[in-house]
């Protein structure tokens, strides 16, 4: 089904909305699931020539009218394009789907490609291979416009700008993470476009140990997932060494800005260490979720990294750091591969609730990937050599609406003038509503909680001025009677009163001693 398109705003940007235009961050529409909500809605073999090959990463388009466009990048260095709506008959082998569903397929590297994803409104395709390089596609064309060269070792993980699709952040084997602009680069003599990079950390995740070691293994200290945050200035990685995430400052990269990890470091000196196999945020950007290698799966909020994992969720087998996992784009479940052989999903406000396991696959699930625009649908990739596309909008969906276009209609600012602000609306009821806003650890206690829609209140112009600067005047007294809750306020990451000088996201972060 066609979704109609809406650009998703960060948490960030939200914020500044809701306080110049006057209305809250969009609601996001909750969903219950159980084991039998989800179903299987096709299945198709990975193989070129005849020979079958194991897919590494998935990734549907970002654009809902592109959103059934699933690219799926394996161990031969393929890139191959599958419709995921098409609907294929029961008696069909894996390899007739394939050939039914396929749209477009290339070799894009020489070696295999460990992570794609789309770019510029799906028109590009990035790949990060085996072959150290990083490679620019024309999605229609299926040519290469540009090669990221720089990096000493496999290309692990990618990642664009939230809304620079010019920008891009990668982390590789040989321990470093490094940021790309694609409007450089020079033109060679075989006439490809060579870019390189624009900054570069090296030895981004070493251990004390591994620093006193002048070579170290490549597998210990590589950089095994990237994530450009949704501030727009900062970097998050994670590697293979320790279950530790490091966040950076792109304006200035000589250290790191803060750190998160399941673990006190005192209490992570006495316990064995586990690398981080991928990383995945939220669409709004404020929960970061960390795959780790001690089969457990955390939940961070950005704003208190200080704290530890909001939560954590187990169940899954994380063998390899092949095995990945994801949060939804609405934050409300995470999807998880295993090397078990199942998919695993959690309900983000039910930690401790069995998860739903998908059976289908025969091999050890690895890459994962939610769509975007169409709720509810996911994609899980497997040793098996088989994709397998999953929906539960049929059974468990009340609306197969795109969550970014559902709105609540709230009060405005009552020296606005009227407008249409709230297109396409339609009636939620307010115990999904709250629920689905909720952090994790607050929404099961707002289960019950009743917020009625508020309607805008007509008055006139006198009335307006009035209302108007008395809420001046009460927004003012708030800042000075609280200065601790300004402190912690998100919204004074974009419009900071004059008393403090917050400005991004990094003013939340403890800086590192």
């Not at 990463?57 to 394996?74: P, R």
């Not at 064995?272 to 970061?288: A, C, E, K, P, T």
């Not at 187990?314 to 295993?338: M, N, R, W």
Request: glycine letters at 4%; a neutral charge.
């Amino acid at each position: 089904m066609q979704m109609e398109s809406c650009k998703p705003q960060s948490f960030f940007q939200d914020i500044r909305s809701r306080e110049l235009n006057g209305f809250r961050v969009r609601k996001r529409p909750y969903s219950g699931v159980d084991s039998s909500g989800f179903s299987e809605v096709g299945a198709v073999a990975v193989e070129h020539n005849g020979f079958d090959t194991p897919p590494l990463a998935v990734s549907f388009c970002k654009t809902s009218k592109n959103s059934h466009i699933l690219a799926v990048s394996d161990e031969d260095g393929y890139v191959s394009l599958f419709d995921s709506r098409r609907r294929h008959p029961s008696f069909a082998s894996y390899q007739e789907n394939a050939e039914k569903a396929r749209l477009y397929e290339w070799v894009a590297h020489d070696n295999a490609v460990f992570d794609v994803c789309w770019i510029k409104d799906d028109t590009c395709i990035l790949t990060a291979s085996g072959d150290q390089s990083i490679k620019v596609w024309d999605a229609q064309e299926k040519k290469c416009t540009g090669m990221l060269m720089g990096h000493t070792g496999s290309v692990k993980s990618l990642c664009p700008h939230p809304s620079n699709p010019d920008l891009v952040v990668s982390g590789s084997r040989d321990g470093s993470f490094a940021i790309w602009d694609l409007r450089g680069g020079s033109r060679t003599r075989r006439g490809d476009i060579w870019i390189p990079s624009t900054a570069v950390v090296k030895g981004a995740h070493l251990s004390p140990r591994m620093k006193r070691v002048k070579r170290a293994k490549a597998a210990s200290m590589s950089i095994t997932s990237v994530l450009y945050l949704k501030d727009e200035v900062s970097i998050a990685t994670a590697g293979a060494v320790d279950s530790v995430i490091k966040f950076w400052d792109t304006r200035n990269l000589k250290a790191l800005v803060t750190q998160a990890s399941p673990h006190s470091t005192s209490v992570a000196k006495e316990r064995r260490l586990h690398g981080i196999s991928s990383l995945s945020q939220d669409s709004n950007g404020v929960f970061i979720s960390a795959s780790c290698m001690d089969n457990r799966i955390y939940l961070y909020n950005v704003l208190n990294l200080e704290k530890g994992p909001i939560n954590s969720f187990s169940g899954c087998q994380i063998e390899s750091f092949y095995v990945k996992s994801t949060i939804s784009p609405d934050a409300a479940h995470i999807l998880s591969g295993s090397s078990d052989g199942s998919a695993y999903i959690w309900q983000v406000n039910k930690p401790l609730a069995d998860p739903i396991l998908l059976k289908s696959h025969e091999g050890e699930v690895t890459a994962v990937d939610w769509c975007s625009s169409e709720l509810g649908k996911i994609a899980t990739s497997s040793d098996d050599y088989t994709v397998r596309v999953w929906d539960m909008q049929s059974s468990c969906s009340s609306s197969s609406r795109s969550p970014s276009s559902i709105r609540r209609r709230v009060m405005a600012i009552p020296n606005m003038e009227p407008r249409n602000i709230f297109m396409h609306e339609e009636p939620l009821s307010s115990t999904k509503d709250s629920r689905s806003l909720c952090p994790p650890d607050e929404a099961a206690d707002q289960l019950n909680s009743h917020n009625p829609i508020t309607m805008p209140k007509i008055s006139t112009p006198e009335s307006q001025k009035q209302q108007s600067f008395s809420l001046e005047l009460d927004l003012q007294e708030t800042f000075e009677k609280t200065p601790d809750a300004a402190l912690k306020s998100p919204a004074s990451v974009l419009n900071p009163p004059p008393s403090l000088k917050r400005k991004t996201i990094r003013d939340y972060f403890l800086v590192s001693s």
